[in-house]
């Protein structure tokens, strides 16, 4: 199952909602919310998260990779 | 919607927020700690290891269920296998325990609850009250509905990824360098040395290590963190780990009990951790150090200052920016030093090659070193390697 955003996708079977893309996020777009890792609209698809996600969870919808 | 009224609202219930709440509440003032999971101390986002002074200074005697394994040292590996073995007392950060925070967290919390603070749990908080641009509380959803909690302090003990630090408008952003990700399995039925902590450096780990924590005979977190800066492909941490694990004989046998995920910061100490009716505390103040990751006794000494600043700040009814003072500049002279110092030897060794790390630990496994301090290790190598020395001169 994934939830999909505007710029990222997160696959809920890998995601530990361990935070690490939270607080990486240089824009403050992502977060925890009843454990659930989620983005808002401050996303600008920079894929940071992409790369910090230690078990490689969250995709950018555009198929590019990292950075 | 309910309200709850109080003087202080720690948000996580971890080392750092139990610790604070705790000193909070022991002096006077009325504390409610709010954690966002189900359950304290669960579940666990880190390799465990601590040092065995840091328990009586914080003045906790935790039960023995607490500590998992105490261990006679620590075992420095170089990428082409030389091995520093040093003792616990020459090693001084994050080595002697390896702790079981599932419940050492518990008690943290326990010590907590017993000075009266107030516990809830499954409870996140999703904003900050602020009124005229000053806070005055936080909003929260929870198992029995929205709450709003007003208090006359916020204190974000949220960890890594903090919100209540962005929200409150204090500077915690982090350069890429200064951000490393992790991964750890606990692995059971492998071929350790249960008695001690071992730290492989190089290229296994680039700008990080690998850890291996013995839990017991046969049992122990293995986890490796890597710097952000140099990362290239999503899903790196977990399959470096995996790779690393798969070489080593002692470890490809193994069967996982538990994953853990999560990312540390590696900065140097950042410009400020208060504002009017708000103080940062633990990982969200980015109290972590440097080069070995570790938090919890950091967490520890800056919650204990943080509890006594808010037990004088109740007493005198000020809670603004000045008055919390106090406890900026309290922490910042218990270890503002030694995280500066670590944060620049890190930025050095997260550029040495495998082949520097390499003459390094044969070396010091050869002379010996007194202390494991960046100015011992130089002292140490400077006559068999006085280029490697000249590089960390701005260090000396």
Redesign the interface.
């Known amino acids: 199952m994934k939830s999909e955003f505007e710029w990222i996708s997160i696959d809920l079977q890998l995601c530990m909602h361990c935070g690490a893309c939270v607080g990486t996020c240089p824009n403050n777009a992502l977060f925890l919310h009843d454990l659930t890792v989620g983005a808002n609209e401050k996303c600008k698809g920079c894929g940071t998260c992409t790369l910090v996600c230690p078990v490689g969870a969250i995709e950018k919808e555009d198929g590019s990779e990292g950075r | 919607m309910k309200i709850i009224e109080t003087d202080i609202v720690v948000i996580g219930a971890g080392p750092a927020g139990s610790t604070t709440a705790r000193y909070a509440a022991k002096g006077g003032a009325k504390v409610v700690m709010i954690e ?2 189900q359950e304290i101390g669960s579940p666990v ?1 880190c390799g465990e290891g601590i040092s065995k002074g840091l328990l009586p200074k914080m003045d906790i005697d935790p039960p023995a269920r607490c500590i998992a394994r105490e261990v006679v040292g620590a075992k420095i590996v170089s990428p082409a296998g030389h091995v520093l073995t040093i003792s616990e007392e020459q090693a001084g950060n994050e080595v002697g325990i390896v702790l079981d925070r599932v419940f050492f967290d518990k008690y943290l919390a326990k010590l907590a609850a017993d000075e009266g603070t107030e516990i809830l749990l499954k409870t ?1 908080v ?1 904003g900050l009250l602020t009124e005229n641009g000053r806070v005055t509380g936080a909003r929260a ?1 929870s198992i029995e509905g929205d709450l709003e909690i007003h208090a006359r302090c916020v204190v974000g003990a949220d ?5 209540i630090s ?1 929200w409150a408008g204090i500077d915690t ?2 350069n ?1 360098r200064d ?1 490393t ?3 750890q399995y606990r692995l059971t039925g492998i071929d350790i040395d249960p008695d001690y902590c071992e730290f492989t450096l190089g290229s296994a780990a680039p700008g990080g290590y690998v850890w291996i924590f013995p839990k017991d005979e046969d049992t122990a977190n293995v986890g490796l963190g890597l710097q ?1 800066s140099q ?9 470096t780990l995996d790779k690393f694990i798969t070489n080593d004989e002692r470890l490809r046998k193994g069967e996982p009990l538990e ?5 540390v ?1 590696t900065c140097a100490p950042i410009e400020k951790t208060i504002g009017d009716a708000i103080l940062l505390v633990g990982d969200s103040a980015r109290q972590i150090d440097p080069i070995t990751g570790g938090g919890i006794s950091n967490g520890c000494i800056a919650g204990k200052i943080a509890g006594e600043t808010l037990a004088i700040a109740t007493k005198e009814n000020d809670f603004s920016e000045r008055s919390l003072q106090r406890y900026e500049r309290g922490w910042r002279e218990e270890i503002e030093e030694r995280l500066y110092l670590n944060w620049m030897a890190k930025e050095k060794l997260v550029t040495l090659s495998d082949e520097t790390f390499d003459k390094i630990i044969e070396t010091l496994s050869e002379v010996g070193v007194e202390k494991l301090s960046t100015l011992s290790i130089l002292q140490a190598v400077k006559k068999r390697y006085p280029e490697i020395v000249a590089e960390f001169s701005d260090l000396l």
């Open positions: 966002k999971r986002r996140t999703v959803t960890g890594f990824e903090s919100q962005r952003k982090l890429l951000i990700s992790c991964f952000l990362l290239k492909n999503p899903g790196e941490i977990k399959r994953m853990v995920s999560g990312a910061s």
